[in-house]
Every structure is written in structure tokens, then in C-alpha cells.
């Protein structure tokens, strides 16, 4: 009996090209399905980008004229604890206003400088805090006699149950003040920098080296805090310790030896303060 042949290799099976057609199309549905889904998503997105481009911004066609004339609520006791947020608002459009073509002038400043001063009658937090900044902001355009009204306001402040009030004023005053005015404040200032809230206490800090490097004759009010700072430099809050080294270092900067002993002394120490080392390392 002859051999049985077997099939050759080469024989083509019939069920291979409908196979192969089949997962085509299938791969090719999948992929029309994925092709949509990307299509709908990058629509989507597009969609969310063309609305949020048309929200319409706080400084768009921002006119002073405009600005100045809505300023006026500030004199109504009514609107301003009804809207807080508004004046909020119109004071940060005339923060703009002061770094564009349109600044405010010197009376133009002014006005809206001693309108601002009204709003410390307020007793929304927020509102308090944009006060602040922008009499901090405003104070160096307006006329210096008319910068003193505020700081009746500002040193009642500091006297305030609230740290958040205390830590803010001493940030103002140490801007609007000069040495003539110093005198004033400085029993505040000087128990504020060993205050037991370290917002304050470095709030305090702050002061006094503003203050310091604003006038020789500041510089030599400041030097008499010299206890104070290094009270300070004893805390253990890290921001406290190193704006009490950098205040002890300007008081000493001039003096070889005394920067001499302040190295030595904080040498001993051990700083939490990574930022009291590096300064320490400077010196």
C-alpha cells in the first residue's frame, strides 16, 4: 500500500483569511471608538477653555475715572458692611491703577488714602487685611501731613486682642512712620518683638529692621532695642530666630568686634532656624 501523503505546509487554510478580516475589523472598531472618545474629550476641553477665556477679568477696560467714582462707598458706613468684598475690589483695581498709564495723582491719592481709613471700622477679617495692604501701598504716593490720620487707627491696633490686627499694623506703621514719629510707638514695638505669639513677635522684628535701614536717625532708635533682639534670638520658633539675628547683625554691622561676639555667642547656640544657620554662615 502506498504512503499516505501529507498535507503540504504550504496549503492554504481556508478560515485564515476570514480570521484575519474578522480582527480587523475589530481593531479597526476599537479604534474608531478610541478616535471618538479622544474627539469628545479634546471638545470638551476646548469648550472649558473658550468659557473660562471669557469670564471677564477685574482689569479689563479698567477706566480711574470709573474706579475713583465707585471709591465713593467707602464713605458709607451701610454699603461697606453690606459689601465687603466690594471695596476689597476697588481697592485692589486702584492697586492696578498705581502700576499702569492711568496712576492716581497726588490728589487723587490722597483722597482715596483718608476715604481707605474709614474702612478700619469694619469687622470683616478679609477686608481688614486688604486695608493694610493698601494703605501700605498708597502711603509713599500721598501726602506725607495726610499719611498721619491712619496712624491713630493703626497704633489702636496694636493693642488689639487679635495677633492677625497686631502683626499688620506693626507692618504699616514701619512703613508710614518716620524718626519723628518713632517715639510714639516704640514702648509697642519693643514689647511686641518678646510677645509670646510668634506671629507678632516677628511681625515686630520686621519693624525694626525696616525701620533701621530707613534713616540714620531711626537707626539710632532702633539701637536701643538691642535687649529686646536678643531675647528674642532665644525663642524657639524658627522664623522669630532668624529675623532676631538679622536684626542683631544690622544693630552690629558697624562694629567689627560686636559681630565678633555675635558669632561666638550664636555658635553656642543651637538654631532650629536652617535659615539662622545659613545667615550665621554669612556672617
Known sequence: MSAMKKPS???RNPYSS??????????MSVMEMLSKEVNMMMSDKLKSDDEEGNQV?????LEKADVL???RIFHDSVMVRENPLLCCTIMVQIIHLQNTVQALNLTESTEVFFAASKLFMSHDAHLRRMVYLFIKEMAPNCDPNDVII??????????????????N???VLARIIDAAMLGAIERYVRQAMIDSSNQVSSAALISAIKLFQSSTDSSNVVKRWLNEAQKAIGSSNKMVQFHALQLLYQMKSH????VSKLITQCSKRSFESPMAMVLLVRF
Request: aromatic share 4%; charged share 20%; with cysteine.
Open 9 to 11: 505546509s504550504s496549503v
Open 18 to 27: 476570514s480570521t484575519s478580516a474578522v480582527l480587523d475589523v475589530r481593531s
Open 57 to 61: 477679568s477685574l482689569f479689563t477696560h
Open 69 to 71: 467714582q465707585k471709591a
Open 150 to 167: 491712619v496712624t491713630s487707627c493703626l497704633t489702636k491696633d496694636l493693642t488689639s486682642d487679635a495677633n492677625i490686627y497686631r502683626a
Open 169 to 171: 499694623s506693626l507692618r
Open 255 to 258: 562694629d567689627r568686634l560686636g
